[in-house]
């Protein structure tokens, strides 16, 4: 399909996923979060990614390696972009009432600066990582992330209001599958995919009451 100035754009595919198990310090992952990583790796095998993205700590670090170690001459990208932050601070004037005061409390405990830079950070995400690419050939990319980000771009392909980013939950090494393509909406194809893992893989990174 051409763009309005001229330029032929065709489909990206965004696959996500968030970072296998971590440590309880969070400096790497558990072996179950190796574990997690490499199976997902052997599932994007037969997938022609043009690049693995991930964010700058040590658990997405150490999960894009762990996958692209499984992939044949994939390049593993580092970016902020792709990290872990606050990707945007609603006002209580548009929240449900019943969720404003405990979801609130829980942003306050971030930093103002580091809320402020959560917002330019989920914009250049949005910029990097969303929508139709330019040229005839769809191009495919795992973005290796945290559950704020994965919520983020799933809130944002279904159209959903700005602050429902949260709620959100992702399970450590779930496949989320996001397909723009030229003159449509974002479509979600996978959310939470945990085929590749094995049931005591599964469910982790949700909290307790969430688990089935």
């Not at 309880?24 to 997690?36: F, I, V």
């Not at 150490?62 to 990707?87: K, N, Q, S």
């Not at 209001?161 to 992702?170: D, E, S, Y």
């Not at 995919?193 to 009451?209: K, N, Q, S, V, Y």
């Amino acid at each position: 399909m051409t763009g309005t100035d001229g330029t032929t754009m065709a489909d990206r595919y965004l696959y996500v996923t968030r970072h296998g198990e971590a440590t309880p310090d969070e400096s790497g992952l558990t072996d179950a979060g190796r574990q997690q990583a490499a199976l997902l790796g052997e599932r994007l095998r037969g997938v022609p990614l043009a690049a693995v993205h991930h964010g700058p700590l040590a658990r997405a670090a150490e999960t894009a390696r762990l996958i692209g170690e499984r992939l044949d001459g994939v390049p593993v990208r580092p970016g902020e972009a792709a990290g872990d932050y606050v990707p945007y601070e609603p006002s209580r004037e548009e929240l449900p009432a019943e969720v404003a005061d405990p979801l609130l409390g829980f942003l306050a405990q971030f930093p103002a600066e580091e809320r402020k830079r959560g917002a330019e950070l989920a914009a250049e995400a949005m910029t990097r990582f969303t929508g139709p690419v330019p040229g005839d050939e769809p191009r495919h990319e795992l973005l290796v992330t945290h559950n704020f980000l994965v919520g983020w771009l799933v809130r944002d392909a279904l159209d959903a209001p700005a602050w429902r980013w949260t709620g959100l939950n992702h399970g450590n090494a779930a496949l989320t599958v996001i397909r723009y393509a030229p003159g449509r909406p974002p479509a979600l194809l996978v959310y939470n995919d945990t085929a590749h893992l094995p049931e005591d893989l599964r469910w982790t990174g949700f909290p307790p009451a969430l688990r089935v």
